[in-house]
């Protein structure tokens, strides 16, 4: 009975031993996406020298796609895009993706589902060498949070040009990483988007999805599959509070659903 009670229990030992390998290997990605960040500038300095738009976007299409492949190979986690009939479709226009933001998945997987996505990052950004080097020669958008109405003006005017280009806007809506479970009152969507909508008058396509259970705020990741689903879009000339509602319901209901199917 005493040797009973006393043997290992396998299971136990098994999901611990899993666990500790899962932290390992995210450790090694984490190092990875650091060094390959370094890596993807360099090999693409001839776009910063000349402040190509086009080459450093196919440099960045690069550096996704073999992030996410290591990513599937090392952490097991895998992705599902789902409601590619929603995008609008349009050769003339660009227009916006709202997307709920829960982890650095999403920073990095639109660049594999539209040709030079524009993302948006704060100005400091810019600064550090290489790595803020390339983001001034790829396609984005540069806020400057200190900037005031001055930067707000600039910002539009920014994002104007994109959709002008056809090239399509990825934003999110809560302005920062967002917890698994957490409510809107924790991350309010942000009026900055509202601002935009109404400025560009193009379409907005909300997206939800479930990255933070695979991989969380934290940087912790765990194997399985990541779901991205776009939603109907949200027609142009909508009133500040009804658009809004429209996509925070839509948002957060879908990505809810998503998660709690997973």
């Not at 009670?5 to 190092?31: G, H």
């Not at 639109?110 to 030079?116: A, G, T």
């Not at 935009?196 to 991989?215: M, T």
């Not at 990741?221 to 000339?237: D, M, N, Q, Y």
Request: positive net charge.
């Amino acid at each position: 009975i005493r040797h009973h009670f006393n043997q290992p229990n396998i299971e136990v030992i098994y999901k611990l031993l899993s666990q500790k390998l899962l932290l390992v290997r995210s450790f090694i990605f984490d190092i990875f996406i650091c060094l390959w960040g370094m890596v993807i500038p360099i090999a693409y300095i001839k776009a910063i020298i000349d402040n190509d738009s086009k080459l450093a976007d196919q440099g960045a299409r690069v550096w996704a796609r073999f992030s996410l492949w290591v990513l599937e190979k090392l952490c097991g986690i895998k992705y599902e895009v789902r409601g590619l009939e929603n995008l609008p479709n349009s050769s003339s226009k660009g227009f916006i993706v709202a997307c709920k933001h829960q982890s650095m998945w999403e920073t990095i997987v639109f660049h594999l589902i539209f040709d030079r996505p524009v993302y948006s990052w704060k100005k400091e950004l810019t600064k550090i060498p290489f790595y803020g080097w390339f983001l001034k020669a790829m396609s984005g958008i540069t806020i400057d949070r200190k900037g005031g109405a001055k930067a707000l003006k600039n910002l539009l005017f920014q994002a104007k040009k994109y959709t002008d280009h056809n090239q399509n806007i990825i934003l999110f809506p809560q302005g920062t990483r967002t917890q698994i479970g957490s409510s809107t009152a924790d991350y309010p969507y942000q009026i900055g988007i509202v601002a935009i909508y109404h400025h560009l008058q193009v379409d907005v396509v909300p997206a939800a999805l479930n990255s933070g259970i695979y991989w969380n705020k934290k940087g912790t990741k765990k194997s399985g599959t990541i779901i991205l689903e776009f939603l109907p879009p949200i027609k142009s000339g909508l009133e500040k509070k009804e658009f809004l509602q429209r996509l925070e319901t839509a948002i957060e209901v879908k990505s809810q659903e998503i998660s709690l199917t997973n």
